[in-house]
């Protein structure tokens, strides 16, 4: 069984104190990125990038930057931006997150009946399958009861 968490940036790794502190919008919070650590030690989970923070090569960097830092095994992929692509997945309509990260399971061949998923995320679009959802706020970011949630979720 594997264990995936896709996991957005802002409003889960950061907050709005977070950025409300600083002069740069590639800004990550200490507390939340500790609390990601544990998870991570306490589940084996990997972890997939779906944040739009993985569009842009600064984000990327202060990304692994910030992993190296807190000792965070770095993830495993990032979805794909599907809103600037044409094909099969492109209705010329905004793409949600979700169909983002639906994409990255069938292209990876995640077995959704076997496997544990979470999804962490700040907006509602992102909620594929309620179950495996974790609607943080973009006020508090990951918070140590989401992170137990999680933890639970995937250790079930």
């Known amino acids: 069984m594997n264990k995936l968490m896709f996991v957005d940036v802002d ?3 950061n907050n709005r104190a977070t950025l409300s502190a600083g002069t740069s919008c590639w800004l990550l919070d200490p507390n939340c990125l500790l609390l990601l650590k544990d998870i991570v030690d306490k589940t084996g989970a990997k ?5 739009t923070w993985r569009c842009f090569e600064k984000g990327l960097v202060t990304l692994k930057q910030h992993f190296r830092k807190h000792n965070i095994p770095n993830w495993i992929g990032c979805t794909e931006d599907l809103n600037n692509k044409s094909g099969p ?3 010329g309509n905004h793409i949600n997150r ?3 990260i639906s994409k990255w399971i069938l292209d990876n061949n995640v077995d959704q009946d076997n496997d544990r998923i979470a999804i962490i995320d700040d907006d509602i679009d992102a909620c594929l399958v309620p179950k495996w959802f974790f609607h943080t706020s973009f006020n508090e ?3 140590r009861e989401f992170a137990d949630d999680i ?3 995937l250790n079930s």
């Open 89 to 91: 997945w492109s209705s």
């Open 151 to 153: 933890i639970t979720h």
């Open 98 to 100: 979700s169909e983002e």
């Open 11 to 13: 409003g889960v790794l």
């Open 141 to 143: 970011g990951l918070t």
């Open 47 to 51: 972890i997939v990038i779906s944040s």
